[in-house]
């Protein structure tokens, strides 16, 4: 797993820009529909895509969505802050313990 641009943009659109969560979260998906159907194409040249599997993760995906923007839409933008920062630490203690296994890995090959 990996920090996207777009954590990092609702981050700064929100503490430095003072958007609130729903705007930056919408401001983001602004800039990641552009970037992905140019990756789609690129990847999709190179036949890099598993279609079958992309087709089931997209119908998921969708759903996903459809259910988070649902109920974040109700909460109160305080509460959404939080639940994002807590998602934003449990995104960085993953990537801290799967950088801290690769290393371990790498020194005991040497």
Not at 29 to 40: G, H, T, Y
Not at 45 to 69: E, L, P
Not at 77 to 94: A, E, N, Q, W, Y
Request: hydrophobic content about 55%.
């Amino acid at each position: 797993m990996d920090f996207g641009g777009g954590s990092i943009l609702i981050l700064l659109l929100t503490l430095f820009m003072n958007f609130e969560q729903h705007v930056a979260q919408a401001t983001n998906l602004l800039f990641f529909v552009p970037a992905a159907i140019v990756s789609i194409i690129l990847n999709s040249k190179r036949k890099n895509i598993n279609y079958k599997n992309a087709i089931i993760i997209t119908i998921f995906g969708i759903i996903g969505a459809s259910i988070g923007a649902i109920i974040s839409k109700q909460m109160h933008v305080t509460i959404l802050r939080k639940l994002f920062g807590v998602f934003l630490l449990v995104i960085c203690m993953f990537e801290i313990r799967s950088y801290c296994i690769m290393y371990i890995k790498g020194k005991n090959k040497t």
